[in-house]
């Protein structure tokens, strides 16, 4: 026999699930594995009920990873719940796990003594000693853009049980988050293939403040120290998550200094290319109106196309937010025109504090980046119990500003005319503040006939970040001229729609039938229009013309297309005017149905009102939820609405008042004397401690006298003895008390105990109650007893 660890694969999917146990295997499966993760597929398992209790989360719940973003990824059980070893791999979606590249993203160990990376699997994540546990957490670092979905796959191991599923609770499937624009890269691209210089506009919202992040605010010292940072080559990295930081990214982050890491930059020579520099914000926040949001210049080109900054959350341990490696040139070989980032902070893993204010406590040794979660200490400002993810303290805007043409001859004419053209191309006046969506394909044009109307696009406001600063261009027009119109002379001859096709020359049989229009606007020259103003076709009416055919009339107009866009269908109608003369069914048809298409389907966005307030939470105390509204104000015409009219968020309100639970009482027990007087106790216990103002718990003791018989002197020699002894003690003291001059009360009664269980104390007095002349001192004294109590355990 030997130690193995035991690997499970459901074969009836083509992704697997791995566990590993110390459990004991027949020793010819032991042996160093032949392949990666190889034991995975010859393993076979079968899935066992019950695993709703425990659960795999990603912190904030996301349902899109972003490229190269770290992720704190929970494996946890529901009390009473509890696992003893466990298993974490993330695949790419489609892929069986048999090789290195089947597996999306790497994982970063948090508590060594917790969690190890699998022997026979490297890609896999395990636990570090088998033993009882209810949560484990590791970061996952997103694999680069363009992976495709990926699923996060836990199994559990419970005693010998297994538990693992392809599906729920212990499966996490996201897919890669789309750029909002479209444009730049999520990672560095490994070569940039746009040519010449851009020039680019940062500006720096920041969103640090008292009303976004009320916990532990620091109201008097909160700031943002001097930003610092630079457009770069790839060959240069000012900081990235899972790097340690250098000293000048240690000055900024714990001093808000940025002289080191300045001089840091300037070294690199010519894998930098503009050092970017931003002032102090004291305080970290004010309106727009009051302080203009800080902003600055760089340039990039083909081998200095990244851009990294970073900035001091002060005062913090070693808190900071930035951009690393951010790369402005796009797939298409050109420039990205704008970028909106938000951000969350990061630790710099030179302080050990977990408030804004904690002291100096550095690192030894020193730890990697990484970026703050919900869930890193109750203490800290950004703490959630429930995992959510950290509303976002910056926002960050790139604008393109400008860019100077390489120098390449144009191959000809052509050429020449589409770089004028790009040049000539209007500028975008749309406030920076204002991020809108792309616009919407043109509506049809508002005129039904050749006559002039106008038609519309849309677009939607996606984020106002400055509320003083208006956005206007939500909706945009442009003349057009309806159908009918010649191309040749639409601008010179007018003409109304067709009328209605006269009946039928002919009751049965072909014949022929015409419309007509007429000249809405003659030539401005006074030239006849040669436009046609009538139209003819051949008609056939009951095509057979026997005496025994029904006559019908004619076809009527088609009606309307059944869609206002896109496939639909459309009807005529025609009526039997005289059914046969023999009294038979006419076989004439009198309904015909033929498709019809509109113009191409398009959504335009939707005009909605601003959201209402939110409304009172659900409950008076505890965990409960609260919603809130918009309303549709755009026209019905121009489609179904498909944003969302109305959110539910969960609230939290102090915690409800929990009363003292307590058991049934015991039965009595049995009397404490086997003759003359004794007492009986029964008890019971705390189930649960009174909390958060609650009802304080009753008594757990109560006690009863008992008398099960009287005494006689054959009672068992102890207790003759112990009886003796009493009366003569205290005929004792009555001849004391008569010689010694002094008159004494009776002995008081016995006090409470001082401990309901494990070991008390009791106690009696007797006082003079008539002292004579000649009565000594010490003879009159008070006199004091005490004996044990309550004596069994609790």
Same mark, same amino acid.
């Given at each position: 026999?030997?130690?193995?660890?035991?690997?499970?694969?459901?074969?009836?999917?083509?992704?697997?699930?791995?566990?590993?146990?110390?459990?004991?295997?027949?020793?010819?499966?032991?042996?160093?594995?032949?392949?990666?993760?190889?034991?995975?597929?010859?393993?076979?398992?079968?899935?066992?009920?019950?695993?709703? =209790?425990?659960?795999?989360?990603?912190?904030?719940?996301?349902?899109?990873?972003?490229?190269?973003?770290?992720?704190?990824?929970?494996?946890?059980?529901?009390?009473?719940?509890?696992?003893?070893?466990?298993?974490?791999?993330?695949?790419?979606?489609?892929?069986?796990?048999?090789?290195?590249?089947?597996?999306?993203?790497?994982?970063?160990?948090?508590?060594?003594?917790? *969690?190890?990376?699998?022997?026979?699997?490297?890609?896999?994540?395990?636990?570090?000693?088998?033993?009882? #546990?209810? #949560?484990?957490?590791?970061?996952?670092?997103?694999?680069?853009?363009?992976?495709?979905?990926?699923?996060?796959?836990?199994?559990?191991?419970?005693?010998?049980?297994?538990?693992?599923?392809?599906?729920?609770?212990? *499966?996490?499937?996201?897919?890669?988050?789309?750029?909002?624009?479209?444009?730049?890269?999520?990672?560095?691209?490994?070569?940039?293939?746009?040519?010449?210089?851009?020039?680019?506009?940062?500006?720096?919202?920041?969103?640090? /403040?008292?009303?976004?992040?009320?916990?532990?605010?620091?109201?008097?010292?909160?700031?943002?120290?001097?930003?610092?940072?630079?457009?770069?080559?790839?060959?240069?990295?000012?900081?990235?998550?899972?790097?340690?930081?250098?000293?000048?990214?240690?000055?900024?982050?714990?001093?808000?200094?940025?002289?080191?890491?300045?001089?840091?930059?300037?070294?690199?020579?010519?894998?930098?290319?503009?050092?970017?520099?931003?002032?102090?914000?004291?305080?970290?926040?004010?309106?727009?109106?009051?302080?203009?949001?800080?902003?600055?210049?760089?340039?990039?080109?083909?081998?200095?196309?990244?851009?990294?900054?970073?900035?001091?959350?002060?005062?913090?341990?070693?808190?900071?937010?930035?951009?690393?490696?951010?790369?402005?040139? *796009?797939?298409?070989?050109?420039?990205?025109?704008?970028?909106?980032?938000?951000?969350?902070?990061?630790?710099?893993?030179?302080?050990?504090?977990?408030?804004?204010?904690?002291?100096?406590?550095?690192?030894?040794?020193?730890?990697?980046?990484?970026?703050?979660?919900?869930?890193?200490?109750?203490?800290?400002?950004?703490?959630?119990?429930?995992?959510?993810?950290?509303?976002?303290?910056?926002?960050?805007?790139?604008?393109?500003?400008?860019?100077?043409?390489?120098?390449?001859?144009?191959?000809?004419?052509?050429?020449?005319?589409?770089?004028?053209?790009?040049?000539?191309? %209007?500028?975008?006046?749309?406030?920076?503040?204002?991020?809108?969506?792309?616009?919407?394909?043109?509506?049809?044009?508002? /005129?039904?006939?050749?006559?002039?109307?106008?038609?519309?696009?849309?677009?939607?406001?996606?984020?106002?970040?400055?509320?003083?600063?208006?956005?206007?261009?939500?909706?945009?027009?442009?003349?057009?001229?309806?159908?009918?119109? /010649?191309?040749?002379?639409?601008?010179?001859?007018?003409?109304? %729609?067709?009328?209605?096709?006269?009946?039928?020359?002919?009751?049965?049989?072909?014949?022929?039938?015409?419309?007509?229009?007429?000249?809405?606007?003659?030539?401005?020259?006074?030239?006849?229009?040669?436009?046609?103003? =009538?139209?003819?076709?051949?008609?056939?009416?009951?095509?057979?013309?026997?005496?025994?055919?029904?006559?019908?009339?004619?076809?009527? =107009?088609?009606?309307?297309?059944?869609?206002?866009?896109?496939?639909?269908?459309?009807?005529? =109608?025609?009526?039997?005017?005289?059914?046969?003369?023999?009294?038979?069914?006419?076989?004439?048809?009198?309904?015909?149905?033929?498709?019809?298409?509109?113009?191409?389907?398009?959504?335009?966005?939707?005009?909605?009102?601003?959201?209402?307030?939110?409304?009172?939470?659900?409950?008076?105390?505890?965990?409960?939820?609260?919603?809130?509204? #918009?309303?549709?104000?755009?026209?019905?015409?121009?489609?179904?609405?498909?944003?969302?009219?109305?959110?539910?968020?969960?609230?939290?309100?102090? %915690?409800?008042?929990?009363?003292?639970?307590?058991?049934?009482?015991?039965?009595?027990?049995?009397?404490?004397?086997?003759?003359?007087?004794?007492?009986?106790?029964?008890?019971?216990?705390?189930?649960?401690?009174?909390?958060?103002?609650?009802?304080?718990?009753?008594?757990?003791?109560?006690?009863?006298?008992?008398?099960?018989?009287?005494?006689?002197?054959?009672?068992?020699?102890?207790?003759?003895?112990?009886?003796?002894?009493?009366?003569?003690?205290?005929?004792?003291?009555?001849?004391?008390?008569?010689?010694?001059?002094?008159?004494?009360?009776?002995?008081?009664?016995?006090?409470?105990?001082?401990?309901?269980?494990?070991?008390?104390?009791?106690?009696?007095?007797?006082?003079?109650?008539?002292?004579?002349?000649?009565?000594?001192?010490? /003879?009159?004294?008070?006199?004091?007893?005490?004996?044990?109590?309550?004596?069994?355990?609790?």
């Amino acid at each position: 026999q030997t130690l193995d660890p035991l690997i499970i694969r459901r074969s009836s999917t083509n992704q697997c699930a791995i566990l590993q146990e110390q459990v004991h295997i027949p020793s010819e499966r032991a042996g160093k594995s032949d392949g990666y993760c190889s034991r995975i597929l010859r393993a076979q398992g079968t899935r066992n009920e019950g695993y709703n =209790e425990f659960r795999l989360r990603v912190e904030g719940d996301p349902e899109n990873y972003q490229p190269g973003s770290t992720y704190r990824v929970t494996l946890y059980a529901s009390s009473p719940a509890y696992f003893r070893g466990f298993t974490l791999i993330a695949l790419k979606e489609g892929r069986e796990g048999d090789k290195e590249e089947d597996y999306a993203g790497n994982f970063q160990i948090i508590d060594e003594e917790d *969690t190890q990376f699998m022997i026979n699997c490297p890609s896999a994540v395990t636990e570090s000693t088998p033993r009882r #546990r209810t #949560r484990i957490h590791v970061f996952w670092t997103a694999p680069p853009s363009a992976s495709g979905c990926v699923t996060l796959k836990a199994s559990i191991v419970q005693k010998r049980i297994i538990y693992f599923q392809d599906e729920g609770s212990l *499966t996490k499937r996201m897919c890669e988050k789309e750029s909002l624009y479209g444009e730049t890269t999520e990672k560095p691209l490994l070569d940039c293939c746009a040519c010449g210089t851009a020039k680019y506009r940062v500006t720096f919202y920041g969103n640090w /403040s008292e009303k976004v992040h009320p916990k532990d605010y620091p109201r008097r010292a909160n700031h943002w120290s001097a930003i610092i940072g630079a457009s770069h080559s790839k060959n240069y990295v000012l900081w990235e998550y899972g790097g340690y930081a250098s000293e000048g990214i240690k000055k900024v982050a714990e001093l808000g200094s940025p002289v080191s890491m300045e001089e840091e930059i300037r070294q690199k020579g010519d894998d930098v290319l503009t050092v970017i520099k931003m002032k102090a914000q004291w305080p970290a926040w004010q309106p727009l109106n009051v302080r203009a949001a800080p902003s600055a210049e760089f340039s990039v080109d083909r081998t200095r196309h990244l851009m990294s900054f970073l900035t001091m959350l002060g005062p913090s341990p070693d808190w900071n937010v930035g951009l690393s490696a951010e790369d402005l040139c *796009t797939k298409e070989c050109g420039w990205a025109q704008r970028v909106v980032q938000d951000m969350i902070p990061w630790d710099a893993g030179t302080d050990n504090g977990v408030t804004y204010e904690s002291p100096n406590k550095p690192t030894v040794p020193q730890e990697k980046i990484r970026p703050l979660t919900s869930l890193d200490h109750p203490q800290s400002p950004f703490y959630d119990p429930e995992g959510g993810a950290i509303t976002p303290i910056l926002f960050l805007c790139h604008f393109f500003r400008s860019f100077e043409q390489c120098n390449v001859v144009p191959d000809n004419v052509d050429d020449i005319v589409a770089d004028i053209a790009q040049e000539e191309k %209007e500028e975008d006046d749309t406030p920076e503040t204002c991020i809108y969506s792309n616009w919407s394909p043109w509506s049809a044009c508002s /005129s039904a006939t050749c006559d002039k109307g106008k038609r519309m696009r849309q677009r939607m406001l996606k984020a106002q970040l400055d509320l003083s600063v208006p956005c206007p261009h939500t909706q945009d027009f442009e003349p057009c001229m309806g159908p009918g119109c /010649s191309d040749e002379e639409g601008s010179t001859c007018t003409m109304s %729609e067709w009328i209605t096709w006269s009946p039928c020359s002919m009751s049965c049989g072909m014949g022929l039938r015409s419309r007509e229009r007429y000249v809405k606007q003659f030539p401005d020259d006074g030239s006849v229009c040669t436009l046609p103003t =009538e139209e003819n076709e051949k008609c056939i009416v009951n095509e057979e013309c026997t005496p025994n055919s029904c006559l019908v009339t004619e076809w009527g =107009e088609w009606d309307s297309c059944s869609a206002t866009c896109g496939l639909g269908m459309k009807r005529r =109608e025609r009526m039997v005017k005289m059914p046969p003369p023999d009294g038979s069914i006419c076989g004439a048809e009198v309904l015909e149905v033929e498709k019809c298409m509109m113009p191409e389907c398009h959504t335009i966005p939707c005009m909605l009102s601003p959201w209402s307030d939110w409304s009172d939470c659900s409950v008076t105390c505890g965990k409960g939820m609260r919603t809130r509204q #918009r309303v549709l104000k755009s026209p019905v015409e121009l489609g179904e609405c498909i944003e969302d009219l109305e959110q539910v968020e969960k609230c939290m309100l102090p %915690e409800c008042p929990t009363d003292c639970m307590v058991s049934e009482w015991t039965e009595w027990s049995e009397c404490n004397k086997s003759c003359g007087k004794g007492h009986m106790i029964r008890t019971r216990i705390v189930k649960l401690e009174p909390q958060f103002g609650g009802d304080s718990c009753p008594e757990t003791v109560q006690r009863k006298k008992c008398k099960i018989r009287k005494c006689n002197r054959d009672d068992g020699q102890g207790q003759v003895n112990s009886d003796e002894k009493k009366r003569r003690k205290e005929a004792r003291e009555k001849r004391r008390s008569k010689q010694g001059g002094c008159k004494m009360r009776p002995w008081s009664s016995w006090t409470d105990c001082t401990k309901l269980c494990g070991g008390g104390i009791q106690e009696r007095l007797m006082t003079a109650k008539k002292r004579l002349k000649s009565a000594q001192l010490p /003879s009159c004294k008070d006199r004091k007893e005490i004996r044990a109590c309550n004596v069994y355990p609790c």
